[in-house]
């Protein structure tokens, strides 16, 4: 019976790999759904964006009036409140004080300050918009990047097989006397290359997969697969619009531009609030005070009740205050100029992403074009190499081509199949960037 127990035991942890190994691989678009929603950078973005939010909120807020209550209370030797005689016995008084101040006028500051926080909560919100999008195709390339050298694992693979199969038959060809054993070093040597490069193809792949699982963030030991079809898909070059009308409408759309964008019209605030510095400021001030002591007495030597003390010694005020900047050692004037240039800067900003849009879009549209020609042409002449390849196999088992040939077309062939693999990952990939100037972001797709 334990024994049973003991197989049924071995049975299931051999099935165990096998389970684990069974997890549905991951698509691009779950790596980028999951990247945006748990990448460590992509949420300090969030939180900035947050921080924006507030900061916006409080400007609207710093127009209402301050309000503020004080209340002081002291019991021992000091200046009497009533008499400002100094006594020298221990009595107790208290103190109560409500205030209110509002700023009238102030050169409209307080309403460029909104519009400056609100512009400043607007460029956090296309800088987290801007990151997700980079993190995306970052994730892309390293998700691309896994696909393409587990590729080069099953070339690598595939050549290996290939170098083996030549090692057993120079062997047999030299037992029947037509190949030397030179022919059998070489083609060993061959096959000790193929299991180096299926190794460092390895190696590569762990790389990339580690490289993926840390945009992900991952748990700590957690790995995953991707989809990786071995079959080509069938690649087709829709008509693409003119790169210029493209550009025209991306520009209007584009995240890094918008940042650009929220920052100058920030930086217009800003000017306008160095100018409000010019102007004279009105405020209003206002103020109920009354205290109670011990010392406060009536005719016959008894301290006056509390409530009849509040009442007697009630304060009210109602004050202006207004401000007029006449000299303040041209700090006012600095500050203007300072705004100005920094607004400078922020035009130029704004230039300088439109002109780096403009041509990595007509770089990338280039490009497009160029990869569907380059796959094209190495499908051709993989099966021209394929076919190369046979025939010098066939003249190889028959003795009539050397060894140093053989090796030279089927290097050929290995590297015709990495270049085809290259260019079909790479046109994907800029096929997914036209289709993002288009204004479709790929991952977000239902």
């Excluded at 019976?1 to 096998?18: D, E, H, Q, W, Y």
């Excluded at 004080?70 to 100094?86: F, K, L, M, N």
Aim: aromatic share 10%; hydrophobic share 40%; charged share 20%.
């Amino acid at each position: 019976m334990n024994r049973t127990k003991s197989i049924l035991f071995a049975l299931c942890l051999g099935c165990l790999p096998v389970v684990l190994q069974a997890a549905e691989p991951w698509s691009l678009k779950k790596c980028i759904q999951h990247a945006v929603a748990n990448n460590l950078e992509h949420y300090q973005y969030e939180l900035s964006e947050e921080s924006s939010v507030i900061s916006s909120r409080q400007a609207k807020f710093n127009l209402l009036p301050s309000i503020s209550a004080s209340s002081g209370v002291s019991y021992g030797r000091a200046i009497d409140p009533t008499t400002y005689d100094v006594i020298n016995t221990e009595f107790f008084n208290s103190s109560f004080n409500l205030g209110a101040s509002v700023a009238v006028f102030q050169g409209f500051v307080f309403q460029n300050k909104i519009g400056y926080a609100r512009y400043v909560r607007e460029a956090g919100r296309w800088q987290r918009v801007n990151h997700a999008d980079d993190l995306a195709f970052n994730v892309m390339t390293a998700y691309y990047n896994l696909v393409y050298y587990e590729g080069l694992v099953e070339i690598a693979r595939e050549q290996l097989e290939l170098s083996e199969y030549n090692v057993e038959k120079t062997e047999k060809l030299i037992e029947t006397g037509l190949k030397a054993k030179t022919d059998l070093a070489e083609m060993q040597a061959a096959y000790e290359k193929e299991k180096l490069n299926q190794m460092q193809a390895e190696n590569k792949v762990e790389e990339s997969r580690l490289k993926l699982v840390q945009y992900l963030n991952l748990p700590t030991g957690q790995s995953i697969d991707v989809l990786n079809s071995n079959a080509d898909s069938l690649l087709f070059l829709n008509n693409q619009p003119e790169a210029d009308s493209l550009y025209e409408a991306y520009v209007a759309q584009s995240a890094y531009v918008k940042v650009a964008e929220a920052q100058l019209n920030a930086a217009n605030k800003q000017v306008a609030i160095a100018r409000g510095q010019y102007v004279p400021s009105l405020s209003l001030r206002a103020s109920v005070s009354s205290s109670y002591s011990e010392t406060d007495l009536d005719a016959d030597g008894n301290i006056i009740p509390f409530r009849t003390q509040l009442d007697n010694n009630l304060g009210q005020y109602v004050g202006a205050s207004l401000s007029i900047p006449i000299f303040a050692k041209n700090q006012l004037r600095s500050n203007v100029q300072q705004a100005k240039l920094q607004r400078e800067h922020a035009q130029t900003e704004l230039e300088t992403s439109r002109q780096a849009v403009y041509y990595e879009l007509m770089n990338n549209s280039r490009e497009l074009e160029a990869l569907f020609q380059q796959y094209a042409q190495t499908g051709k002449q993989y099966e021209a190499e394929a076919l190369a390849y046979r025939v010098a196999q066939r003249k190889y088992d028959e003795g009539i081509m050397n060894v140093i040939d053989l090796l030279t077309v089927k290097n050929r062939l290995a590297e015709v199949k990495a270049s085809r693999l290259l260019a079909r990952l790479q046109f994907l990939m800029k096929d997914k960037v036209i289709e993002f100037y288009k204004g479709n972001r790929f991952w977000e797709e239902e």
